[in-house]
């Protein structure tokens, strides 16, 4: 079973900038592919960003695609999400997520984390 505990959300002014941080433990973090999601209040849960088992390979939404950058360090089990020149409508609870399936960068998204709380103020 893994564990995934995002930290490092708050309240910031349009323009700032926030870095998130996804702590993984209970599997071989190192091996999967590794994601980051968003909901904002009344909307669906959304695709920010995604990160290969090897670090390799990123995708963005095209909303934050310039903005934000996807990290890991699979050294720390440690997934994490800069994010920059932050907007109003980047206000939601960030996720993180891992892939079902090892060595895949296709697998859909399984284990979830809490949720940290981004509020960007115009």
């Known amino acids: 079973q893994v564990q995934l505990v995002e930290s490092g959300g708050g309240l910031v002014q349009a323009g700032g900038s926030l870095r998130l941080s996804c702590a993984a433990s209970?599997?071989?973090?190192?091996?999967?592919?590794m994601g980051w999601f968003r909901q904002a209040p009344g909307k669906e849960r959304e695709f920010v960003a995604s990160i290969s088992w090897t670090g390799k390979k990123t995708y963005y939404a095209d909303s934050v695609k310039g903005r934000f950058t996807i990290s890991r360090d699979n050294d720390k089990n440690t997934l994490y999400l800069q994010m920059n020149s932050l907007k109003p409508e980047d206000t939601a609870v960030y996720y993180c997520?891992?892939?079902?399936?090892?060595?895949?960068?296709?697998?859909?998204?399984?284990?979830w984390g809490q949720g940290t709380q981004v509020t960007v103020s115009s």
């Open positions: 997520a891992l892939r079902l399936t090892q060595y895949s960068d296709n697998a859909d998204f399984g284990s």
């Open positions: 209970g599997r071989t973090f190192s091996s999967y592919g």
